[in-house]
């Protein structure tokens, strides 16, 4: 006896908002028969996260999270689970104010906290390219330019992380953001830059920031 199950197919399980795409499914019977579904009805289970066209399986992602979208079918419900994701991808640049600044061991006994007083505003950039939830470019604060890298969260925010640079006799610098858009091309967040002496243990200073102002200059399309 052949019994039946529907499979549908996405271009990934990973859709940034504002994305359409028309899903299709197949009507796949257990001894290897397979037809295009073309009078389905389709629906999904999160109207926050995705709309659907009921009769052509069109979807749009409009909001972060996680959304089954279904297909009904000769009495058989066919699923798949898609991620709607923000689209962090292209240039940003834009302010940050110092909110905090501590040291320990010889950067305390430097003063380092003397360069980066709270109120401070300074400048960052980061220019950075996305697959699926995957985000790599490069971004800079100040003077201070890193390759960097981070996966958005579940809940749509983005930590990326500066690979350190090492020069020889020099202070090591590695730079953080966590980034949370607020519109299509505006972000709020925070910023980390943390400083150690070589051979000194992690975390021998950290200047924390707030941005004021980070806005998408290119969208890199």
């Not at 300074?122 to 390219?129: A, D, G, L």
């Amino acid at each position: 006896m052949t019994t039946y199950s529907i499979t549908i197919i996405a271009s990934a399980n990973i859709l940034k908002i504002g994305i359409t795409e028309t899903f299709t499914a197949n009507y796949v019977g257990s001894d290897g028969s397979s037809v295009p579904i073309t009078d389905g009805k389709w629906g999904d289970d999160n109207d926050a996260v995705a709309t659907v066209v009921e009769a052509t399986g069109a979807v749009t992602i409009v909001g972060v999270g996680q959304i089954t979208i279904f297909v009904d079918y000769k009495g058989i419900r066919g699923t798949i689970l898609i991620r709607g994701i923000p689209d962090f991808q292209g240039t940003w640049s834009g302010t940050y104010a110092v909110t905090k600044c501590e040291a320990q061991g010889t950067l305390a006994a430097e003063n380092f906290c003397n360069n980066f007083p709270v109120g401070e505003v300074f400048t960052t950039t980061i220019t950075v390219t996305q697959n699926l939830a995957a985000v790599t470019g490069q971004g800079t604060m100040r003077n201070i330019t890193q390759t960097i890298n981070g996966t958005i969260g579940l809940d749509g925010t983005l930590t990326l992380t500066g690979l350190p640079i090492v020069p020889e006799g020099q202070d090591v610098k590695i730079l953080f953001w966590l980034l949370r858009k607020d519109s299509p091309n505006a972000c709020r967040g925070n910023t980390v830059e943390v400083w150690m002496k070589p051979g000194f243990t992690p975390g021998e200073g950290a200047v924390e920031g707030s941005l004021q102002e980070f806005t998408r200059t290119n969208a890199l399309y």
